[in-house]
């Protein structure tokens, strides 16, 4: 079923500090279908997506908004069993929550 082919992830980002959005699905690759990025402060920030340690992505967060992006083709991770990481600069007073749809494939 498409609820077992899919997994969801959280990750609040604040202080430049890089979090695991989703730990690696073993023997699996996790192909990322959405993400959505709310940021809390009155200043527009990016945030850098890693696929295991390589950069996937960059996306530009509106101040005091909310970006959402689909792919209409999933982006492929890299390597099976990768993790995907999400980071923000270290900007005073600002926290970026993320939210992201992954697809598990073989």
Do not use: C, K
């Not at 609820?3 to 699996?28: I, K, M, Q, V």
């Not at 200043?43 to 960059?58: C, E, G, K, P, Q």
């Amino acid at each position: 079923t498409l609820h077992d082919a899919t997994r969801t992830a959280t990750a609040s980002l604040t202080n430049g500090t890089p979090a695991t959005l989703h730990a690696g699905f073993a023997g699996r690759f996790l192909d990322l279908v959405e993400v959505t990025m709310a940021n809390n402060s009155g200043v527009a920030a990016s945030v850098d997506l890693y696929d295991d340690s390589a950069l996937t992505r960059t996306y530009t967060v509106p101040a005091n908004d909310t970006l959402h992006v689909t792919y209409h083709t999933p982006v492929p991770q890299g390597a099976r069993g990768s993790i995907w990481e999400a980071d923000l600069a270290d900007i005073s007073g600002t926290t970026i929550t993320v939210n992201a749809l992954f697809l598990i494939n073989r």
